[in-house]
Nanobody, 128 residues
Framework: QVQLVESGGGLVQVGGSLRLSCAAS????????MGWFRQAPGKEREFVAS????????YYADSVKGRFTISRDNAKNTVYLQMNSLKPEDTAVYYC?????????????????????WGQGTQVTVSS
């Protein structure tokens, strides 16, 4: 069982930055593929970014590529999402997720159904 707790959300102006953190419980964090997803009001949850067990492979949605960076620190059981050049359309609840077994292709890491554990979410609001 893995528990995920997100933090770092908040209100930021257009063009600003935020760094989200996701702290995981358990001693097998380094075995999980980790992902960030987001859900805006009235919309489906969508993929943002994902990172492999070692951190050597990363994947991004086209909408955030070049602006967001996912990283992980396995010694701290934490995954991060650095968000720069934020836009109003980035406003959403951001969720951290962990997958115990996941083929590392963009088509698979994007699917919410491939993730076994989810955090409670953290709100990010970008004001114009």
């Amino acid at each position: 069982q893995v528990q995920l707790v997100e933090s770092g959300g908040g209100l930021v102006q257009v063009g600003g930055s935020l760094r989200l953190s996701c702290a995981a419980s358990g001693r097998t964090f380094s075995r999980y593929v980790m992902g960030w997803f987001r859900q805006a009001p009235g919309k489906e949850r969508e993929f943002v970014a994902s990172i492999s067990w070692s951190g050597s492979l990363t994947y991004y949605a086209d909408s955030v590529k070049g602006r967001f960076t996912i990283s992980r620190d396995n010694a701290k059981n934490t995954v991060y999402l650095q968000m720069n050049s934020l836009k109003p359309e980035d406003t959403a609840v951001y969720y951290c997720a962990a997958a115990t077994s996941l083929p590392l292709t963009i088509g698979q890491v994007m699917k919410t159904s491939n993730y076994d554990y989810w955090g409670q979410g953290t709100q990010v609001t970008v004001s114009s």
